[in-house]
């Protein structure tokens, strides 16, 4: 599959407070301006999982401004990857996009010893996706 010269990923899942969150602050952080990135939820949550924040913090990223987003169409369709990570049906389907079903558990309700796992298993997923993008990610 062809991307532009800027390939866009939207990350989804329900809530938009924890995995969509972390995969999104992960490929920000480590493609730079290489990618595009998105992330929205299908029934998004008040505010990001506050263990998510910290977890991300100890890997030196700060998502603390960040706030869920409701998933749109109009977002779909700007992306050339959609990631979903337990939405279901509740995404959007559009041909000529390239769908990839992440499954996390969801941190939602956990503590920190909880979600480091799961941000260590979404760091490696995304290390992943940008080689598989062309771009090198940072050691």
Known sequence: MSFSATPSVLFVCVHNAGRS?????????????????????????SAVNPAVVEALAEA????????????????????????TMGCGDACPYFPGKRYLDWQLDDPA????????????????RIRGLLTE?????PA
């Open 109 to 124: 309700g956990q503590g920190i010893a909880a979600v480091r796992p799961i941000r260590d298993d979404i760091e490696q």
């Open 133 to 137: 993008l062309g771009i090198e990610p």
């Open 60 to 83: 030196g990223i700060d998502i603390a401004a960040e706030t869920p987003k409701v998933l749109t169409t109009e977002a779909v369709q700007a992306s050339d990857i959609v990631i």
């Open 21 to 45: 969150q972390m995969a999104a602050a992960f490929l920000t952080h480590l493609g730079g301006e290489r990618v595009q990135v998105r992330s929205a939820g299908s029934a998004p949550a």
